[in-house]
């Protein structure tokens, strides 16, 4: 996430100002406030801890039932908590309602975790990074007072708690009208808001969301939290606040614009692949087709999916793979390279071919560094997938193209999956798991590694060049 400098607007914590100095003793927190690496450690023990807790509430013998080993476990547990949503075992069958439950605290422990974390990581490593401006209360110099941290975080817990608790109702209002059975619909309801907001894609209904291809009501409000997840509490923090596209911050208005952008190619492309496709949409009556393409393509965060995805035709598939490296917003609960980055990534393609030096979008000029890093992260992760990849097709004897796909969202922390259920061995199984963890933690990572204070380098190369071409 790369913004430029902003003019004063309207503040998006008011309140916050009134009680932002302390009185009271809090050295803990105002030292992860000045070294935001120790925030990141405390991050990362949290993480570890949530793994470790879910990994045996899901192995106590009430929460499965038949039985549930450690690898699977353990695996849930990570995708739970890294909010991918893949799975080896089939939801509806093999979890009880404790452990339907496990699962469905730990991806909302998870979600918020992220949230916070990865808010306040980038917020306070912002002015290093050419991210900070005055909507995210950078009003003067220093380190944020303690009151500031705090409202962001009251922030970010307070619109992800709203929506999802907003989106429950809904979806509860929604299944009664799809006529599932009130009881179910009270517990489904509240379950699959809270995977559709942080964007895990667990379903409980037999052969996942292809339950509700008929039943628009719920596919339109679980598309709709999808999004909403994958852009982020602060920039719907910001839009309410303001009111008004103009005056959103530059990074709001590029993950919103993006993210539409995003939303309609990915569902023309697929309607025009698919439309003749009687395994998938092409099946269904003339009038529904765009709307199931626009649920797919809202959900190509979640996981959740109307389609059989091993029907899909090839094309389609390849095409999904890049949506699902795209991500969300830096900062949401989605994975991927990140819509700001690809906006970032654009810009500069295009300033390089018309021959401009200065890196300019939307009327800001944004910080000359902000391509190289951008290419950092599509690098770092486009290296990862590639390594993972090529391990999987070592180990699996799968359609290469599906082990491309499941290998990719993997990474991008999607949950979309061939077949729903993932049937691989011990080998493939750690390089899934190995690829949830780095796709959630390694993009922080990287930002605060580019973030360190460095001192001007002593050494002096006479300047060359190379050819390009």
């Known amino acids: 996430m790369v913004t430029a400098q902003q003019p004063d ?61 450690v690898a699977d476990a353990f695996f849930a547990t990570v995708s739970a908590v890294t909010l991918t949503g893949l799975t080896t075992v089939e939801v509806q069958e ?16 998870g979600g918020f975790l992220y949230l916070v974390g990865a808010t306040v990581l980038l917020w306070l490593l912002g002015r290093r990074l050419g991210m900070r401006d005055s909507a995210m209360k950078r009003l003067y110099r220093g380190v944020p007072a303690l009151g500031e941290v705090l409202g962001v975080v009251r922030t970010v817990f307070k619109v992800a708690f709203t929506v999802q ?53 719920v596919l339109a409000v679980t598309g709709i939290l999808a999004m909403l997840g994958a852009i982020g509490p602060l920039p ?38 698919e439309w003749t496709n009687s395994a998938t949409i092409g099946a269904e009556p003339a009038w529904r087709r765009p709307f ?7 959900a190509r965060t979640t996981g959740f999916t109307t389609l059989d995805m091993a029907s899909v035709r090839d094309e389609s598939k390849v095409f999904a793979t890049g949506l ?25 393609l295009i300033n390089a071919l018309a021959g401009r030096d200065r890196l300019s979008l939307l009327g800001r000029q944004l910080p000359s560094f902000a391509f190289r890093h951008g290419l950092a992260m599509v690098t770092l992760l486009g290296a990862f ?9 070592g180990f699996s004897d799968a359609n290469p193209l599906d082990v491309l796909f499941v290998s990719v969202s993997a990474i991008s922390l999607s949950g979309w999956s061939v077949a729903g259920i993932l049937d691989v061995g011990s080998v493939e ?17 990287l930002v605060i590694q580019m973030a360190r204070n460095r001192g001007p380098s002593s050494t002096r190369y006479v300047e060359d060049s190379i050819r390009f071409g």
């Open 9 to 69: 607007g309207d503040d998006l914590f008011p309140k916050v100002m009134e009680r932002q100095r302390f009185t009271v003793d809090l050295s803990h927190l105002r030292r992860m406030v000045r070294w935001p690496s120790v925030g990141a450690l405390l991050f990362a023990a949290i993480f570890c801890l949530l793994l470790g807790v879910g990994t045996l509430l899901l192995l106590v013998p009430a929460s499965s039932t038949s039985g549930t080993t």
């Open 94 to 109: 093999h979890w009880t309602l404790l452990g339907e439950g496990v699962l469905a605290a730990l991806t909302l422990l």
């Open 165 to 217: 608790a907003i989106g429950a109702i809904a979806l509860l209002l929604a299944m009664l009208v799809a006529d599932v059975p009130t009881a179910r619909a009270i517990w489904w309801g509240p379950f699959h808001a809270v995977s559709a907001f942080n964007n895990t894609g667990f379903a409980l209904s037999d052969g996942g969301y292809a339950a509700f291809s008929d039943d628009i009501p």
């Open 236 to 273: 719907l923090a910001l839009f309410v606040s303001r009111g008004s596209f103009r005056r959103l911050t530059l990074d709001g208005r590029i993950v919103l614009l993006v993210m539409f952008a995003v939303l309609i190619v990915g569902a023309v492309v697929l309607l025009l692949g």
């Open 292 to 298: 199931l393409a626009l649920f797919e393509s809202s």
């Open 324 to 348: 699902m490296l795209i991500g969300g917003a830096a900062g949401s609960v989605s994975g991927g390279i990140k819509v700001g980055t690809i906006a970032i990534l654009a810009t500069g």
């Open 385 to 393: 997938a590639i390594s993972l990849c090529a391990a999987m097709f």
């Open 429 to 445: 199984r750690g390089l899934l798991i190995a690829a949830m963890l780095f796709g959630r933690l390694g993009p922080l990572l």
